[in-house]
Nanobody, 121 residues
Framework: QVQLVESGGGVVQPGGSLRLSCAAS????????MGWYRQVPGKQREMVAH???????NYADSVQGRFTLSRGNAKNTVFLQMNSLKPEDAAVYYC???????????????WGQGTQVTVSS
């Protein structure tokens, strides 16, 4: 069983910063990619940032230059540094991973439970 455990959400004023963390644990053979999505009520979940197994990152246009996704040394942990936060960044942020549990298993998608980010003065 694989779990994605998130932390770091909270309330911040516009222009402030937050750092989200996500750690994957359980039976993991390899991780194809990890990242963050976000969702607000009534809208589709959208990709915020993603890092591949090779370390390549890509970002949503709306966060480019403000958010930075990095990976821990063990490569099962990712960090999303969010700077210059705007009210429109407020959402529930979900950690996402695509991984194999064993060498012979297919790739599966896994999601964290979500962490709330509120940007308000």
């Amino acid at each position: 069983q694989v779990q994605l455990v998130e932390s770091g959400g909270g309330v911040v004023q516009p222009g402030g910063s937050l750092r989200l963390s996500c750690a994957a644990s359980g039976t993991i053979f390899s991780i194809s990619g990890m990242g963050w999505y976000r969702q607000v009520p009534g809208k589709q979940r959208e990709m915020v940032a993603h890092i591949s197994s090779g370390g390549s990152t890509n970002y949503a246009d709306s966060v480019q230059g403000r958010f930075t996704l990095s990976r821990g040394n063990a490569k099962n942990t990712v960090f999303l540094q969010m700077n210059s936060l705007k009210p429109e960044d407020a959402a529930v942020y979900y950690c996402h991973a695509v991984l194999r549990g064993t060498e012979s298993s297919p790739l599966y998608d896994y999601w964290g439970q979500g962490t709330q980010v509120t940007v308000s003065s």
